[in-house]
């Protein structure tokens, strides 16, 4: 269902049916994660998808898995990330007088 709710969005630009097809995926197996993330992100989230529920460990994990390989590119080239940077520049400077 949750593929058919994909098709329905994007081939047929029926959100409505597509919306009726995740919850559908949702009330046969309430640990499909990919269903429920899409059904909030659109703001589709009720009573019948319990907006309190946790994801599946195993759906969570897999979206971590597949960002680990390009988190560091993505947060410190895409989105300018410069703390590490920072942190390191204080620490220097204040350890400039200190004999280890």
Known sequence: WREYAFFLDERRNDRA?????????????????????QLAKWGCLDDETDRTARLDDAYVGGLFDQFAASF?????????YRGHLQCAEVLSK???????
Do not use: F, H, N, W
Request: zero cysteines.
């Open 17 to 37: 049916r597509a919306i009726d097809a995740l919850k559908r995926a949702v009330r046969l197996d309430p640990s499909e994660g990919q269903a429920r993330a």
């Open 72 to 80: 560091d590119e993505t947060l410190v080239e895409k989105l300018g």
């Open 94 to 100: 204040s350890l400039e007088d200190v004999e280890l």
